[in-house]
Nanobody, 119 residues
Framework: QVHLVESGGGLVQAGGSLRLSCVAS????????MGWYRRVPGNQRELVAT???????NYADSVKGRFTISRDNAKNTVYLQMNSLRPEDTAVYYC?????????????WGQGTQVTVSS
């Protein structure tokens, strides 16, 4: 089992910045990839930014150049620095950890943190 706890969401004006944090605990040695997703009510959850299994980063086109994913392995923490925020970035943001055991993939999710960007 992997437990994820997000923090750092809130209300910000357009053009502002926020930094989200996600602390992982439990069977972290099984984690293959970690990243951030978001969901607007009525829509499906969408990828925002992730680390690939090779350690590279992957971003949604809509956030490239504005958001940066980073991690501190010593703290078992992944961050999402969000700059130049736009109203359309308003969503609940979820931390994700994926484990691979044999041929089976398991996704773990945090409880989500609300980000609201006012115009």
């Amino acid at each position: 089992q992997v437990h994820l706890v997000e923090s750092g969401g809130g209300l910000v004006q357009a053009g502002g910045s926020l930094r989200l944090s996600c602390v992982a605990s439990g069977s972290i040695f099984r984690i293959n990839t970690m990243g951030w997703y978001r969901r607007v009510p009525g829509n499906q959850r969408e990828l925002v930014a992730t680390f690939t299994s090779g350690g590279n980063t992957n971003y949604a086109d809509s956030v490239k150049g504005r958001f940066t994913i980073s991690r501190d392995n010593a703290k078992n923490t992944v961050y999402l620095q969000m700059n130049s925020l736009r109203p359309e970035d308003t969503a609940v943001y979820y931390c994700n950890a994926r484990t691979i055991i044999g041929l089976a993939e398991y996704d773990y999710w945090g409880q989500g943190t609300q980000v609201t960007v006012s115009s």
